[in-house]
């Protein structure tokens, strides 16, 4: 009797966030993710068996970089998944009958919520925000995502329960709401390690891991040579490598360990990014992302704790970080916060299955 898992892998917010729930479901509830998302990022993450089947019920947006979304190539692939989803509306429904599913899990894709309902297999959706909330955003530029809202709507309408993620926007279409509070992976610091990572000039700079992502940053990176009392780290090339700037393997350390070695991060906002530096206690310098709904909830969040710095978004495109990263607090000097999210949302997942196993710590 498994627990079939939708994730989205529109970036890899969504699948950091499941796997800090999933790797605490004991090992002998068969487990099956259905994603776009890297397989070896969850293989590397879930320390327990697990079957990986590649796929997407969802589309999440089309970006033209980490900041900006292209609306009307959003409109077009969402409307290519939904007229996918609805020709393989059998076999989903043969598939979960299949691994006789007895929970199935959305983070944040709606149709499969609607496929168990037909089922009568119980589903839990785990968000801060749906789609609902960012294409209803796209409207004024493009109205005909008014029906694609109105579709999601309906089939988030089809969840047994929400489980409701910290820095959440309203979504009231969920008529049983659960708050599991914020989902984060926590690292430890380890700031030698690091070092031992870097060049020898690093020992007298300041840490900043910057967040290039896939999708690229549209920054200045020639300016940044420019805080020479600051060394900037990223996992992925910048396309102009400044001399204060060095790129890490993905495998040297574990992300949340990462981040919480680091004086601060620089980055979009977003759920994953911002969990970790919440939980470790590090600051985090982030430009604004109004066309992304979720933004507004982060950085409201972000406003209330000592460690959120907001650059301009003139500022952060040209690369004038100078009084930004002069107000970075001390190292270690911001507290975390404590996140129980992850076992919370466990918790509830065993309850929804039906087990009396214990959740794993």
Known sequence: MSIVVYVSGHGLGHSARQVEILRRIPSEIPLIIKTRAPE????SEVNRPFTFLLDSFDVGCIQKNGLEIDIPATFSAVQEIIAANEVREQSENAFLKE?????????????PL???????IPSLCIANFTWVEIYRAFLEE????????????REYECATALLKAGLALEMPYFSVQEDIGLVARTGVRRREDVLQLLPDEARNQRLALVYVSGWGLPINYGMLERYSDWQFISLDPPPILPSNWTVLSRYDLPH?????SMDCVISKPGYGIVGECL???TPFLYPPR?????????????TEWQGGIRMTEQDFHRG????????VPSYESVPGQKTNGGERAAAALLKYYGSHSAVKS
């Not at 004038?320 to 107000?327: E, K, T, V």
């Open 142 to 153: 493009h109205a005909d995502f008014a029906e694609i809202i109105e579709r999601y709507a």
């Open 279 to 281: 939980a470790a206690g």
């Open 114 to 120: 609607k496929i168990a309902s037909r089922c009568g």
């Open 256 to 260: 949340p360990d990462l981040v919480a």
């Open 290 to 302: 109004p066309q992304f709904a979720e933004y507004f909830a982060i950085d409201a969040g972000l």
């Open 99 to 111: 691994a006789e599913a007895r929970l199935v899990v959305t983070d944040i894709a709606a149709y």
């Open 40 to 43: 070896a990022f969850w293989r």
């Open 320 to 327: 004038d970080w100078r009084m930004y990263l002069d107000s």
